[in-house]
């Protein structure tokens, strides 16, 4: 049996995607067992635990353990010092490890080692969208979900607009672009109204005042540097899964989790497309 250490790197969805890929693997494959390192830090400020019901994320074969310094990916911070402890205890180390195999090919790759060590923020293998509906969040957060999603119809979009720290996607995803997709839907369905989940609260109020009566959010007050931030994206997440279509971002695993949590059409606004919601599968 191969034994894996799956250190999870990134966001939120970034680590979901790749845990839940890493669950998937492990049952199809009974000759596999991963156990997954989640570190709480700046970019995710909330163990899993605190976030989710164990009981959705957990497997015969599947675990999450505490996160240590012999699990950090090497870097020039620390000298790759880890890396090279790491490699009296494990076979392989696949860093920043990025693929596009099926769980039979990942499988046949990682069989011909005893004890490997991965760390990603991507699916290991092609994983089904369901996987990401097992996800049950706590019950406090569940209630928050209950209450703002209460008034969503079928005419409910929902707009996720990634904006400060992501830089590719404040470029291909410009804010003239989201403006102007809302116009659009709003021309193709007078009763259209938007869920809008961002991190940037001056952009809220830039469609507020545009929009007046169409966009309705959360009130945030975190980062996801803190608890309360990474609750409040789980919301935000599970929100916009519950709308009728999906208005993303480019380059944001946000925006795509959203989208298969929820099974949604979606059109991602970037330079490439018209920005047309026309254009979104029904």
Known sequence: MTHITL??????????????SALWLTEQFSDCRVEVAWAVSAECAAPLHRLFEPETYTGERFSVRPYNWFYTPVCR?????????RRFSYDAQWVNFRSNLTATQL???IAVHRRLYISTGYDLCATPDDMWRRLQPLPHLQRKIEALSRSFSRHT????????????????STEPMFFEAIRRTISEDPMADFFLATDDN?????LYET???????????????????????VIDLFCLARTSRLLGSYWSSFTDA????GNLPLLIIDNSTSCSTSEIPS
Do not use: W, Y
Request: proline residues 3%; hydrophobic residues 40%; contains cysteine.
């Open 7 to 20: 250190v999870l790197q990134g966001g939120l969805c970034n680590r979901l995607r790749a845990a839940l």
């Open 77 to 85: 911070a620390n000298l790759h010092i880890p890396g090279l402890l």
């Open 107 to 109: 499988s046949q790759c």
């Open 157 to 172: 979009v929902g707009l996720h607009i990634r904006r400060t720290d992501n830089a590719v996607s404040m470029a291909h």
């Open 202 to 206: 001056s952009l809220k109020d830039r």
């Open 211 to 233: 929009f007046p009566d169409r966009i309705f959010t959360q009130h945030c007050r975190g980062s996801r540097a803190e608890l309360r931030g990474i609750e409040e994206a």
């Open 258 to 261: 959203a989208a298969q949590l």
